[in-house]
């Protein structure tokens, strides 16, 4: 016992790992910021960096910028609606409305402590039911994937504004962009065109840039006559009565995160968007609609996907495989620096566990210093003039894209989706439900042509499968109770009822 | 409850039907990965979804029925025009066209010198004039991608 | 007397500066190097715990990418349309040498020059706990009786369970539904739930949950039993005509373009020999489950060669492909 409390106190207590950590958090704010670097990427660059480190210095960095990388998508959202990471993209709905009221200090001042309270509860969860979360993610079928998918698609209905035609419209264009590729299976080129550049399919992030970045360049360039907002800075920390009023819904969101990161084959891109569902279908009388700066649709996203880091790291750290792509460049750290990590690591090398843990709480109290200080030079961007933000975006937009693959064709697909996300946001279309589509639509094919096979390809089995086995009925009964909440039947139930 | 009836756009109508138009050709080049149509295939989702994106268009198509035209707009030719004054406006093109010469020279000068060119042309047009220092923003900006990309991150830029 | 000192120095400061010129044509600068699959994954790890030591010995900067997708199609085709000075390097696994085959592109290994074959991986199939197998010879008897019931993990078309599954139906009968998965990764994940009845698997990604007793091994694919894995039996006692395709496991190697000059590719070579050989790396390829073979010039072409035509010919034979391989011009084993 006393072994597991100096494991977990390990990282505050040395002046080394303290300073790691604090650097790693702040590196990776800014990584996380800037669209097209990833967190991923920065952790696999380090492993090259850290090589003839010490174990604890390398992992204390690589969490620190894990930590600090998620919450940095939020940033770059709030302020100029292009999310950094796709993780980001739910935040930007109702942070960039709020900017655009001069309220960006106080959107990230509330974002910030949102992102700590979710970490805190997902680094909670993780030290306290770790194993068992994780044989909870490991009976998940592919039949289950498949039915978070669909769960997932439901939520087109709170992404798609005015028409749900648009919306459905719109899902349905993201995930054939999702499609394009390789298929896993059969190798066979799928609506490549015969081309060579496409047969590793089109990066989500290439789509995210080009229909937030490129098209809100494009749109702000027709309304090149509006000057920029005013910021208010005066009010950053959010005041303890706001935080006490969002806590309860703070609270399950970061639930649903640390589940949805736990599970391997889902992340934070996919917790957060849930979140934000989950705040639009509980929050009925938010201050201000949904969509247009309601704290509620911040709060929601903000706190999922950081608590999603904890969720990530409880299939590591049990069983040595990756909750995320983050993770899974984090296990080949700690094969090269020589551990073996496995369902052995937390019976060989507790203190690897505990050390993780203490570590990721102390990443989060760095990111709360660190998020709360420098918002005001921050939310100076909003007030840039558009004639030098404008050409700037495009160019960030470019060495984003770049820098994923260093692939120029993907530079010009950035830049067709711009254009195409520009037309799209004209004629009353919504960026959310596509990159939902992008998101869904591979773990849709994957998981539903995995669960076929698993069956023998015979769709009586398979839809036996979704309501004989408890874990799946139980998901299914919610997209039941989701769809007959949603559907135009239940309106038009109310409204003979509300007639008699 | 009175709902107000939502105005036509400018050349949204055509739009929509380039949407139905590319669905099409989405579903016949998803017809073509397996000739056929099967449960279970490398081909089944992207029919599926070509099917969902043909019907929602011409639900789009059919919704415009309920909507009014501008008044204003009396023919084909007219609308024609009011759509172009709305989205071709001169800084739109220039910015347009000079994006794109941009990324044409990524490839054949180098990023940061097509950078440099892009950016400072970009802030003198737009700030009118400025020459002094629309340049020294854009070298300010070159700087930070340099330190940033290429000596932190270590990302190959072209 | 300080002022020929001054001079003394500086000459010789000069000279060394000089031959350290001469020494340091190649490499002037930074090297790309191209991972062709994913970060995280086998060749990724291999890759960059084999780096630093190249580093050192070259004394300059590796910028490693990772350019997954398209089976590594993606990442060879980029490095091979890259100028041929060897400032791009590939660093790839076994399956451009199935290309034209699978029909995914009409390029191999033999496209450009192979540096080093580091190693190759061991193979092992693996099944849960819980399964009422305990060698493959009972899982094949069970699978013979009951056709295309048991389920096996996959890759997709071109990874390795679907070689490891057509050598076995090149020699017998394995009528199964396979499942398949984005990677080792989710395919361990899959059969640590149950949701698969087994998967053929490189070492590397298993060997902890096998000696955790998460998962459990059923053969290894070789004649002998290993070190490392006691009391898993060698395939050939299930199946013993798989002995003539043995020794087989995927493997990782550095490529350059063909056209890169003869003296960089010497330079390349003898850095690669000594880093693969380094201490450091082969504890690491140890403790990772791969064998290491370090292998360059002609012997990494013999390599290359005899692998392509072993495994062609085997997924040939068990109707995995279409194309045949003698059209290819891949001589018979």
């Not at chain 1, 940095?72 to 980001?88: D, E, F, Q, V």
Request: with cysteine; charged share 15%.
């Amino acid at each position: 016992m006393s072994d597991t409390f100096s494991y977990l106190l390990m990282a505050w207590l040395d002046p080394g790992l303290l300073g790691l950590t604090a650097l790693g958090v702040l590196a990776g704010i800014y990584i996380g910021a800037i669209p097209g670097l990833s967190v991923t990427m920065a952790v696999s660059i380090l492993i090259s960096f850290t090589f003839s480190w010490d174990i604890n210095n390398a992992l204390a960095l690589m969490v620190g910028i894990y930590v600090g990388g998620v919450y940095g998508g939020s940033r770059t959202a709030i302020l100029l609606n292009i999310p950094g990471a796709p993780s980001a993209v739910t935040t930007a709905f109702d942070g960039y409305p709020l900017a655009q009221k001069g309220e960006a200090g106080k959107a990230i001042g509330l974002s910030t402590v949102m992102s700590v309270i979710g970490g805190l509860i997902g680094v909670a969860v993780l030290a306290a039911t770790a194993p068992h979360l994780a044989d909870l993610a490991l009976q998940f079928a592919p039949r289950d994937y498949f039915l978070i998918a669909v769960m997932g698609l439901l939520l087109v209905s709170s992404l798609s504004g005015k028409s749900l035609a648009r919306g459905i419209f719109s899902v349905a264009l993201g995930a054939t962009i999702g499609l394009v590729g390789m298929d896993m299976v059969t190798a066979q080129p799928r609506l490549t065109m015969g081309s060579m550049e496409l047969l590793g399919g089109i990066h989500y992030v290439v789509v995210m840039i080009g229909l937030f970045g490129v098209a809100e360049a494009f749109y702000q360039l027709h309304n090149m006559a509006k000057v920029p907002v005013k910021q208010n800075v005066d009010k950053i920390i959010p005041p303890l009565n706001m935080v006490l009023k969002f806590l309860p819904l703070s609270l399950r969101t970061s639930i649903i995160g640390v589940v949805v990161g736990a599970l391997p084959g889902t992340g934070g891109d996919i917790a957060s968007l849930f979140a934000y569902d989950h705040a639009k279908r509980t929050v009925k009388n938010p201050e201000v609609p949904f969509g247009e700066g309601a704290y509620e649709g911040l709060v929601a996203p903000e706190t999922a996907n950081n608590a999603a880091v904890g969720g990530a790291y409880v299939p590591m750290l049990t069983l040595g495989m990756p909750g995320d792509a983050v993770t899974a460049v984090m296990i080949g750290a700690l094969v090269i620096h020589g551990l073996n990590p496995g369902p052995m690591l937390m019976i060989e090398t507790p203190y690897i566990f505990w050390f993780t843990v203490g570590n990721l709480a102390l990443a989060n109290i760095f990111l709360l210093v660190f998020g709360l200080t420098g918002i005001k030079l921050f939310t100076k961007i909003v007030e840039v003039p558009k004639a030098i933000m404008i050409p700037l975006i495009l160019v960030l937009c470019v060495v984003g894209t770049y820098s994923l693959n260093s692939s120029m064709t993907e530079v010009y697909w950035m830049l067709g989706f711009g254009i195409l996300g520009y037309w799209l946001k004209m004629f009353g279309f919504q960026m959310g439900p596509i990159i939902l589509g992008v998101i869904l639509g591979p773990l849709l094919d994957e998981s539903y042509r995995q669960a076929m096979s698993s069956v023998g390809n015979s769709s009586g089995d398979f839809l036996l499968g979704l309501v004989t086995n408890p874990l799946s009925l139980v998901l299914t009964s919610v997209i039941v109770l989701v769809l007959l909440g949603n559907s135009p039947l239940k309106g038009w139930l109310f409204t003979r009822f509300k007639r008699d | 409850m009175i709902k107000k009836i939502e105005r036509v756009r400018a050349g949204e109508k055509v739009f929509d039907w380039l949407l139905l138009l590319f669905s099409i050709g989405v579903l016949f080049e998803a017809y073509r990965i397996d000739d056929g149509l099967r449960l279970n295939s490398a081909g089944s989702f992207p029919i599926g979804l070509a099917l969902i994106m043909i019907v929602s268009s011409l639900a789009i198509l059919f919704s415009h029925r309920r909507k009014q035209r501008d008044p204003t707009i009396l023919n084909a030719a007219q609308e024609f025009k009011v759509f172009l004054s709305e989205h071709f406006k001169t800084h739109i093109i220039v910015f347009s066209i000079v994006s794109m010469m941009y990324l044409a020279a990524i490839v054949w000068t180098s990023f940061y010198i097509s950078t440099f060119i892009f950016l400072a042309a970009m802030f003198v047009y737009y700030r009118q004039g400025k020459i002094i220092s629309s340049l020294l923003i854009a070298s300010l900006a070159i700087a930070v991608i340099y330190v940033l990309f290429t000596m932190v991150f270590r990302v190959y830029l072209p | 007397m300080t002022k020929p000192l001054f001079t003394q120095m500086a000459i010789a400061i000069g000279s060394i500066a000089m031959a350290g010129g001469a020494l340091a044509d190649y490499p002037e600068r930074n090297i790309q190097g191209t991972i062709q699959w994913g970060a995280g994954g086998a060749t990724d790890n291999v890759i960059r715990s084999l780096t630093p030591h190249v580093e050192e010995i070259l004394d300059t900067t590796i910028v490693l990418t990772n350019r997954a997708g398209g089976t590594g199609v993606i990442g060879m085709n980029h490095v091979m349309r890259q100028r041929p000075d060897g400032y791009n390097i590939l660093f790839g696994a076994e399956n451009p040498q199935l290309y034209p085959l699978m029909g995914l592109a009409d390029f191999t290994y033999d496209d450009m020059h192979a540096i080093n074959i580091i190693g190759q991986g061991r193979v092992v199939i693996a099944t849960h706990p819980n399964s009422p197998f305990d060698t493959f010879s009972e899982l094949l008897e069970y699978a013979q009786e009951n056709p295309g019931e048991l389920r096996m993990g996959g890759t997709g078309a071109g990874g390795l369970p679907s070689t490891i599954h057509a050598m076995i139906n090149s020699v017998s009968e394995l009528d199964v539904r396979t499942v398949t998965f984005g990677g080792d990764g989710p395919g361990v994940t899959a059969m640590l739930g149950e949701h698969i009845d087994f998967m053929p698997l490189s070492l590397s990604a298993v060997a902890e949950q096998i000696r955790a007793g998460r998962l459990k091994g059923l053969a290894v694919l070789g004649s002998e039993e290993l070190e490392d894995l006691p009391d898993v039996p060698p395939i050939t006692e299930a199946l013993p005509e798989l002995e003539s395709f043995l020794p087989w496991g995927p493997f990782w190697g550095v490529f350059v373009h063909k056209d890169t000059p003869d003296d960089v590719k010497a330079t390349l070579e003898e850095a690669y020999e000594q880093a693969v050989a380094s201490d450091g790396f082969q504890e690491f390829l140890a403790n990772f489950g791969g064998e290491p073979l370090n292998l360059s010039g002609e012997e990494a072409q013999q390599y290359l060669d005899s692998w392509q035509s072993v495994t062609a010919w085997s997924m040939y034979e068990a109707d995995a492909v279409e194309t045949s391989p003698e059209e290819l011009g891949i001589p018979r084993p």
